[in-house]
């Protein structure tokens, strides 16, 4: 059978999910299926859709797609699983603890654009189509003011739907929710600055280079802690 080189194949379609055309953190786990059990997943999606047309209950749509995706994710990524890691307890409490923000979310200061590969004003767009470029290269990492007001926040990320996090940055970027813990004294200290990158990064140089300069930047400014929030 001949297909038209125009028409997207089921296999396409449900890997374009991850780092792709339809680029989507919800479902890329699809990648890891093969194509009966994606198949699958769309039937019984399509059924319980119709079922919550007759009885307004949208949870059973919520626990398909959770547990799929706990299935889609089982077993993957092994290349990331380390036996063994360094551990440094906190010395004393979070509430005496100077702490600072650090994610893979991709947000930046309007006006101080890392500017990826030398393009300026590059687009979420843009960002998706060349996510296979961002996966060679080292991370970038944005310095936000914690005192940046919120309208002046930008994001762009090509391995996510960053749709999200523009109607609400504390969802990868929870800054305000650091700040009212540091109003409250749950929180004894907030370092000036949070940090941002674009996690869809070389994992070798993360890991053998920008997160060591990262971590030593951090020590002189006398951070304590880190709150990480991978995306």
């Known amino acids: 059978m001949k297909f038209d ?12 999910f991850s780092y792709g055309s339809r680029t989507d953190l919800n479902f890329k786990f699809l990648k890891n299926l093969c194509t009966q059990d994606a198949a699958n997943f769309f039937q019984e999606l399509l059924w319980k859709m119709g079922d919550s047309f007759n009885d307004g209950n949208l949870e059973r749509l919520i626990e398909h797609v959770y547990a799929w995706q706990i299935r889609g994710y089982a077993g993957v990524n092994e290349n990331y699983t380390y036996e063994e890691g360094p551990f440094t307890p906190i010395k004393k409490p ?3 603890s100077r702490m600072a923000l650090l994610t893979s979310s991709g947000h930046f200061v309007n006006g101080y654009d890392p500017e990826p590969f030398g393009i300026k004003h590059m687009t979420q767009e843009q960002a998706i189509e060349r996510i296979g470029e961002f996966l060679k290269e080292e991370p970038q990492l944005s310095h936000i003011p914690i005192d940046t007001p919120y309208e002046t926040l930008r ?12 109607a609400d940055e504390n969802i990868v970027f929870p800054l305000r929710h650091l700040m009212e813990l540091h109003t409250e004294g749950i929180i004894g200290d ?9 996690g869809a990064a070389s ?29």
């Open 94 to 96: 979070v509430s005496e």
């Open 203 to 231: 994992q070798i140089r993360l890991n053998k280079h920008a997160g060591p300069a990262w971590a030593d930047m951090l020590k002189k400014q006398q951070v304590e802690s880190v709150l990480l929030v991978p995306v």
């Open 190 to 198: 907030l370092a000036p600055e949070a940090y941002s990158f674009v």
């Open 5 to 16: 080189s125009s028409e997207e194949l089921f296999e396409e379609f449900k890997n374009s």
């Open 155 to 166: 994001v762009r990320h090509g391995g996510y739907d960053i749709r999200g996090a523009q």
